[in-house]
């Protein structure tokens, strides 16, 4: 009987073990292409730096014109939130461009779009408004 108990426990422990791990969610803003394009476009350490700074301003304020115009309610909200968001993007973008080569701009223009269409507000999908920004 211990025998038994000890090659049950045995063989729980080996298939917990031998379980391949749960890879964590990405964030709704991380799509394939968005990576792709991202890894295409090779920045060096300070362009690294500077995008991090830059992508992170831009979709706390994506997420805040979200947040402030759904909270007032209204019509056509959708409308109101593409709108509030074009500025965001602009800033990001000019921000970018300041520090790319020539080569990297057209790739940059590339991962933009992927990024935008990534994280474009769906006020009818399932994925929550509030989860575009939100840090891992």
């Known amino acids: ?13 080996s298939l917990i073990g031998s379980a391949a791990p749960a890879t964590p969610p990405t964030p709704a803003w991380m799509s394939e292409a968005v990576v792709e394009s991202l890894i295409a ?9 500077i995008f991090r700074q830059a992508l992170a301003v831009c979709l706390n304020d994506i997420q805040a014109n979200v947040h402030k115009i759904t909270k007032r309610g209204g019509f056509d909200q959708a409308r109101k939130i593409k709108r509030a968001n ?21 790739l940059f223009d590339a991962y933009l779009e992927h990024q935008k269409a990534a994280i474009a507000i769906n006020l009818n999908g399932d994925t929550p408004m509030h989860a575009i920004g939100d840090k891992q």
Do not use: E, H, V
């Open 86 to 106: 074009k500025r965001p993007w602009r800033i990001f973008k000019q921000t970018m461009m300041s520090n790319l080569t020539d080569a990297q701009k057209p």
């Open 1 to 13: 009987m211990i025998r038994l108990m000890l090659f049950l426990t045995l063989s729980t422990l």
């Open 41 to 49: 476009l090779q920045l060096n350490d300070s362009q690294k730096a």
